[in-house]
């Protein structure tokens, strides 16, 4: 078919990735399920079109207490959503590593590319659909194409589809979940950032004080090269009142400065 456009600006009820009171609405009802309710809590989670953080729901002691029972493969799930892509549930599936997750719905599997799509995109603005083919599990360009655009719809990423390159090209994402183990790489990125800024922003300062100086340096000039101007006015209009030649009469600024020039 013909060239397929990404969306511009969605609609405004879907321009924002996730719904603030959903989410607040689930880490509500965790604060008390307990096993297998906090199992199938987590399940309606992962299904939810309006949740796409999961930090502090991962953070909550009954979701942290199914670690180690029968129930952990929910709670590594749920980490997996926070923080990993779809390439990674699938290697842990046929891997046989434990604990064995379980299958996930349509919706869910659905909302695991979509979000692998953000991880891919915070690695790389440029993306060729190849990457994102074998990322997502996705033969059918189509059925990418339109994963893709749903990611956009939902507000986790900016950007354009390059079909004529198979490229999505990435202008804006969405902020995932941070490990607590990347919190210090993050942290000393900002201190860099912060760094470049003040060094950056001296600089101006810097440029601006030079600017002020030559400006009044400039100006210094100019009226000393008025003062001298009227004092020569001065002299002329005496010589001519004593008889001493009307030529210097017309004397001009212009014709001051070139006098000054082969002066000087």
Request: charge should be negative; aromatic fraction near 6%.
């Amino acid at each position: 078919g013909g060239p397929r456009e990404a969306p511009g600006t969605p609609p405004a009820s879907m321009s924002e990735p996730g719904d603030a009171a959903a989410y607040e609405q689930f880490c509500l009802l965790a604060k008390t399920a307990r096993g297998r309710a906090c199992a199938a809590l987590i399940q309606q989670v992962l299904a939810s079109k309006k949740v796409f953080v999961f930090g502090e729901l991962l953070a909550m002691p009954t979701v942290q207490e199914l670690r180690g029972t029968e129930h952990e493969a929910h709670l590594v799930l749920l980490e997996m959503f926070a923080y990993g892509k779809h390439s990674e549930y699938a290697s842990h599936r046929t891997s046989g590593a434990q604990p064995e997750l379980p299958d996930l719905t349509e919706p869910q599997l659905h909302k695991l590319r979509l979000l692998s799509i953000v991880a891919l995109a915070a690695a790389s603005k440029e993306i060729p659909y190849a990457v994102l083919q074998a990322e997502l599990g996705l033969d059918n360009v189509r059925v990418l194409e339109d994963t893709i655009i749903d990611a956009m719809y939902a507000g986790l990423i900016k950007g354009r589809l390059d079909q004529r390159a198979a490229i999505l090209r990435v202008r804006r994402i969405f902020g995932r979940d941070v490990r607590v183990d990347e919190l210090p790489r993050i942290i000393a990125a900002l201190r860099e950032w912060r760094d470049r800024c003040v060094a950056v922003g001296g600089g101006l300062e810097a440029s601006g004080h030079l600017a002020t100086l030559v400006h009044v340096k400039d100006e210094a000039e100019i009226r000393d090269a008025q003062q001298q101007l009227e004092s020569v006015k001065t002299v002329v209009r005496e010589r001519v009142a004593a008889g001493g030649g009307e030529e210097w009469e017309d004397m001009g600024a212009g014709d001051f400065y070139r006098d000054r020039g082969r002066g000087s």
